[in-house]
């Protein structure tokens, strides 16, 4: 199976702090992990571990962190001959503070790149089995899906803006964060299971050319629905304790679009990239966090798991 990823790629720098952060303090780190970020630059690296042949459409700059990140992706086996490097925009970068198990971002970019999010001199191939967006580029995304008529296609929605929201018209498999679901239906998802319905209910019937929506709910797990019965699916334990949950979301994409890749079948590969983004929040780094393919598979119980 052949998969392309399109969208963005950041430049990490990831601290640890055992205290709050307050406003006027002065802080020091010890540790410090650099590496490529970016939703699907994160889901295109599972993907390669994995041992999926994955290509990659993106823009970075033409600097030092650019060349950083291109070479770091090469060199895990992803295909970067269609990420156009450009000396119009910086690499973005990100400072990601990790505190009490929880997380702040920051992020550094271009204003090109906020006012002109696309890329240039590319050139779609037209063989592809999925396709995975995390909807930087719209427009380019919506071409590649067109250049690609046969190809299923998953969108990463972890964020709300009109790109995104006209994106996941195209798309056959929708997997959102809590926070688009509230956003886009206007409704909160709770702990009450009727109300969950509601929200769930409402964002399907926005979408009604999804084959497959899924909200993920970081630590409480993912809601989805299996022959009309909404399903809210608790996160899996993997006994060790959490400590960083930077990357998590994009390695779950990563693992759902391996997952169907390779015939586990949708309910089975939403439990498959449950259990991928649940063990690497016991590590740091990132994309660094994500398990070996055979951990993975040792949790999926065969009485649990098998191939469609």
Do not use: W
């Amino acid at each position: 199976m052949k998969i392309a990823c399109i969208g963005n790629i950041v430049y990490d720098c990831t601290v640890k702090s055992d205290e709050f952060v307050k406003e006027g303090g002065k802080y020091s780190f010890n540790n410090a992990v650099f590496a490529t970020g970016g939703p699907a630059s994160t889901a295109a690296s599972v993907l390669a571990k994995y041992g999926d042949q994955v290509d990659f459409y993106g823009r970075i700059g033409k600097d030092a962190p650019g060349n950083i990140v291109f070479q770091e992706m090469l060199e895990e086996g992803i295909n970067m001959k269609h990420v156009y490097i450009s000396d119009e925009v910086m690499t973005p970068f990100g400072f990601i503070l990790v505190s009490n198990n929880d997380r702040t971002i920051f992020s550094l970019r271009s204003p090109l790149d906020f006012k002109d999010p696309k890329i240039d001199q590319v050139q779609f191939e037209t063989d592809y089995d999925y396709i995975l967006t995390d909807g930087k580029y719209k427009k380019d995304s919506i071409e590649l899906i067109m250049a690609n008529p046969n190809a299923v296609s998953i969108i990463d929605a972890g964020r709300v803006n009109s790109d995104v929201l006209e994106l996941c018209q195209y798309i056959d498999y929708i997997v959102c964060s809590e926070e688009f679901a509230n956003k886009v239906t206007g409704k909160k998802l709770n702990n009450d299971y009727q109300n969950n319905v509601e929200v769930f209910n409402t964002l399907k019937s926005l979408y009604p050319q999804a084959i497959g929506i899924t909200i993920t709910v970081g630590k409480n797990g993912y809601i989805c629905d299996r022959d009309g019965k909404v399903l809210c699916c608790p996160a899996y334990d993997p006994q060790n304790p959490s400590i960083d949950t930077n990357g998590a979301g994009d390695i779950f994409h990563g693992a759902f679009t391996h997952a169907l890749a390779n015939r586990y079948g949708y309910y089975d590969g939403l439990q498959f990239a449950n259990i991928t983004a649940a063990i690497s929040t016991t590590r740091r780094g990132g994309r660094k966090s994500c398990p070996d393919l055979q951990e993975v598979e040792d949790v999926m119980h065969p009485k649990v798991y098998q191939k469609q």
